[in-house]
């Protein structure tokens, strides 16, 4: 049996499943154990492990919608703040031009909200002093020991009046004592929200070094312009910035008063910090006279770095303001509720929808059930790999989407059974059924899923976050469908309808021709069976023709059987009268 | 099942035949009743929108001592004498209080209140903010999607199956589904939440699905007849209508079921909103998309085609061959 074309072919096809669903398999097992990012778990979005979700609407200053560099910065930028609040596992996205969405696990509380939706400020401090970021010092016994906490005690204010803004009068005893024991990677440090008018402790952005900062001199706004680029003369990478009216004449003063210290050699005083957020982002000496407002920083940049300052210092100068569209808790516990029901609730559709079958399709309906079943592994281990490729995370709307998929998987084989019921019908023999059943059900198959798909892309581009996990998990579930039916269920009903029990189409098979009135027929009225008509493939009426020369056994015997009984009432035809025997 | 094949044997030879195409003068006139009656349930049944789309604050409080919902609004009203407030329980275990939009200072004080006034911990109250564009905008770009989802079906269908007729006659089918959906959900009392709106979604490609799988067998039917046909343009229609009749059974009640058992579920055992919400909308659409492929796109489609001159022509050719064959005999 296995040499006919029909079965070779299937077994092929078959195969191949086999082969895709490994490669599968091995492609998530490399994310598992190679990579060490991937899971055999799909990730689960936040409405079903529980979580906050913040949705902030981003604003420029003049109202106007800010461009897609802006909010990716915006973005980034807030993924510092709350990176920096020690929450881990945060997921920031931007949504639809205007929106980012912040997920935390867990429950967002006061503290972490506000830093999330505060305006980035981008301020220039003249350096006071600054240190290596540790919080230890080698004494005399040659080991180390953590600096003092501050004595509350100390004198909070300045000795005497400061006269500028690089004045050392601004550190008090206290500031220079929290200063020591000041620690970077704490992250109830957090120096973005201090007043303008007030000198600051901070860090450069890998907590490397610390820095007491005089009081700010000049906001983002004064930068019109920051940009990465080579300097003609040593052709190192150097960032450009170009400066308003205002913060020229405020950075002339600062660039006299700084260069004056250089000259002095009063280091680190002739230091000049941008600082973002409360972290130092840069902190260059000032090595001239900067009287026209087009300072350029130079030191060790790559391409990368310039280009990383110089839109930090470009976007920190259009700071967005955010206003909370939305904001919502899910417990963890309410999460693990909801898919539980969701799974329980898809495993009882599933039985449902198995003993249905079972009972209209008999064993075909056995088909249906494996057919979701391969279905259902397939699934499983691609969204194990989106999560872990493309960060996709099953939501309560995904699952609905998912046990919604199971109708519309088994309605391809309810279309292609009818179409081979039909066949039968015209008194086709089980096997030519099978085939031109085949060809007539993919066609409307391919039309009607095209639909679905359409349906879901259109959704996913459009429709927000919400919407969006339901749309990937339909147009992902109808392209396997589409997949299976192709690879899995038309081989296997080619294969079936070989053996003993569906060719002869037994009572319980599902393909009866007797029940379905097709032997009956045949015997009255000798129906002339259409010949294949147009639109339907070369291939399918060879693998058809094909499929006739290899009756079973049984099939012949009755094929003759009705031809003789034909012969002797003297009608024409031929009960699987195809012609081409 | 035996009787369910000869059910389905007769249909397709066209022994059993049901009147779609026939009778549709009656369909017709039953499908613009649902609707109007649909678009009228508002007007004595409000839609209740939810708070995703009115914005407002929500506080859950989880397992409290007692359910009694007095509490709630008193411990609501002690931080905000004025918001009007609105307590449910869900899952018949939890209190949920929704408000007028408050402040980030008020929502933390009426949390602490609510766990006080509950005797639970405060991490049991839960609250959320949304904020009044966010509706808007999801309905606003469900809205956007919806218009260029119609027009891309409209274009695939209309090059499928060579005539646009067929678009028209699937789309306004849709459309019946829609509002009928929608009017069956409202008159269910259900909020409109965005998972009810993403089962509306749903609804319109799994309509346009089985009207598409339906409209193929027609396709199939009445180009095969060719010009020597016995049967008029309406009856190959009606025949190809009956002989998938089975089909279109079976695949509502399959995809009936799963979303069925969701909406078993989730609305009387555990209470789970989302899924709640989702699956009625989508269990109501999957049988109306079935009887509106049948009883509106399939005859509607069949009224269209029926001016046309060459199917006049050859109807009239059917009809006189058949009279004929009449006082013949």
């Not at chain 2, 049988?287 to 399939?298: D, G, K, M, W």
Request: aromatic share 8%; proline share 4%; glycine share 8%.
């Amino acid at each position: 049996m296995a040499s006919s074309s029909p079965v070779r072919h299937a077994w092929r096809v078959l195969l191949g499943l086999v082969l895709v669903t490994g490669v599968l398999f091995g492609i998530n097992a490399l994310g598992v154990y190679g990579f060490q990012k991937s899971s055999w778990t799909p990730e689960l979005a936040l409405d079903l492990q529980g979580g906050t979700q913040i949705v902030l609407q981003a604003q420029t200053e003049d109202g106007s919608a800010p461009s897609q560099e802006q909010l990716d910065q915006a973005a980034s930028i807030i993924r510092q703040r709350v990176d920096a609040s020690g929450v881990s596992e945060a997921d920031i996205t931007t949504e639809g031009g205007q929106n980012i969405v912040v997920q935390i696990p867990g429950v967002a509380d006061e503290q972490t909200r506000d830093r999330i939706k505060s305006s980035a400020q981008l301020e220039f401090r003249a350096v006071l002093a600054t240190n290596a970021a540790t919080t230890e010092f080698v004494g005399e016994d040659g080991e180390s020991t953590p600096y003092p906490s501050p004595d509350p005690t100390l004198a909070a204010t300045p000795t005497a009046e400061p006269t500028d803004a690089s004045d050392l009068s601004w550190v008090s005893e206290k500031l220079a004592a929290e200063f020591l024991a000041y620690d970077c990677a704490n992250p109830d440090n957090d120096p973005a929200r201090a007043p303008k008018d007030e000198p600051l402790i901070a860090c450069d952005d890998l907590g490397q070094a610390k820095y007491i900062l005089g009081p700010a001199e000049l906001d983002g706004t004064a930068i019109t312009d920051a940009t990465a680029g080579r300097d003609p003369k040593t052709g190192a990478w150097i960032v450009q910035l170009t400066m308003n009216d205002k913060g020229t004449e405020a950075f002339g003063e600062v660039s006299t008063r700084l260069n004056q210290y250089r000259i002095d050699g009063l280091t680190p005083r002739d230091q000049f910090a941008f600082v973002l957020d409360g972290r130092v982002i840069s902190a260059p000496r000032m090595n001239g006279l900067i009287l026209d407002g087009r300072p350029s920083i130079s030191g060790s940049f790559t391409q990368e770095s310039a280009t990383t300052l110089a839109d930090q210092l470009k976007f920190g100068a259009l700071p967005l303001s955010f206003t909370v569209q939305s904001s919502g808790t899910v417990s963890a516990t309410l999460g693990t509720q909801q898919l539980q029901i969701g799974l329980i609730a898809g495993l009882i559709g599933l039985a449902l929808v198995a003993v249905y079958s079972l009972l209209v399709y008999r064993a075909l309906g056995a088909v249906i059930v494996a057919s979701i079943a391969v279905m259902g592994v397939l699934t499983y281990i691609i969204i194990c790999i989106l999560a872990w490729r493309m960060g996709f995370r099953l939501s309560l709307a995904g699952v609905a989407g998912l046990i919604v998929s199971i109708g519309f998987v088994a309605d391809s084989f309810i279309v292609y059974f009818e179409r081979i019921r039909d066949e039968l019908r015209d008194g086709k023999s089980i096997t030519a059924a099978v085939e031109d059943g085949w060809g007539r059900a993919k066609r409307t198959i391919y039309i009607s899923k095209s639909i679905n798909i359409l349906a879901a892309v259109v959704l996913y581009i459009l429709a927000d976050a919400t919407v969006k996990g339901f749309a990937f998990t339909l147009g992902l579930t109808t392209v396997i469908d589409v997949f299976i039916f192709v690879i899995f269920t038309h081989p296997v009903m080619q294969l079936l309808v070989r053996t003993r029990f569906f060719g002869n189409g037994h009572p319980l098979s599902g393909l009866d021709p007797q029940a379905l009135g097709a032997v009956y027929r045949s015997r009255s009225q000798f129906r002339e069976v259409a010949t294949a008509s147009a639109g339907r493939g070369a291939r399918n009426a060879r693998s058809r023709g094909e499929a006739d020369r290899r009756q079973t056994i049984a099939e012949r015997k009755r094929a003759e059987a009705l031809a003789r009984e034909a012969s002797s009432s003297g009608r024409p035809g031929s009960a699987s009268g195809e012609g081409e025997n | 099942m035996a009787s369910m094949n000869e059910f389905g044997n007769n249909l397709y030879t066209g022994k059993t035949s049901f009147p779609f195409v026939g009778r549709r003068r009656l369909w017709f006139i039953i499908a613009i009743a649902l609707v109007v009656g649909s678009i009228l349930v508002p007007l004595f049944r409000p839609i209740q929108f939810s708070i995703e789309f009115t914005g407002g604050s929500q506080f859950t409080v989880q397992a409290p001592d007692s359910v009694d919902q007095r509490t709630a609004t008193e411990a609501v009203h002690s931080v905000v004498p004025t918001a009007t407030t609105k307590v449910v329980v869900v899952s018949g275990t939890d209190i949920r209080v929704q408000t007028d939009q408050m402040s980030d200072e008020e929502t933390q004080k009426v949390s602490a209140a609510l766990a006080d006034a509950y005797g639970v911990e405060p991490e049991s109250v839960t609250s959320s903010y949304i904020g009044p564009a966010w509706g808007e905008n999801v309905t606003r770009q469900s809205l956007w999607g919806l218009a260029i989802f119609l027009a891309l079906t409209f274009l695939i269908l209309a090059l499928y199956f060579r005539t646009w007729k067929m678009s028209a006659a699937a789309i306004i089918g849709l459309l019946d589904v829609l509002v009928i959906t929608i009017g069956v959900y409202a008159l269910a009392g259900f909020e409109i939440s965005p998972a009810a709106v993403i089962g509306f979604l749903t609804i319109l490609a799994y309509s346009l699905y089985d009207t598409t799988v339906v409209f193929d067998k027609i396709r199939e039917n009445t180009t095969e007849d060719g010009d020597q046909t016995g049967r008029t343009f309406g009856e190959s229609v009606n025949l190809a209508v009956n002989q998938t009749l089975v089909r279109s059974i079976n695949t509502s009640i399959v995809a009936a079921l799963p979303v069925g058992a969701i909406l078993f579920i989730g609305a009387f055992w555990l209470g789970a909103e989302t899924l709640t919400d989702i699956s009625l909308s989508i269990f109501v659409g999957i049988l109306v998309a079935t009887y509106s492929t049948l009883f509106v796109a399939a005859p509607l489609y069949s009224l269209f085609r029926e001016k046309e001159p060459h199917i006049v022509a050859r109807d009239a050719k059917v009809r006189s061959a058949r009279s004929k064959a009449v006082v013949d005999a």
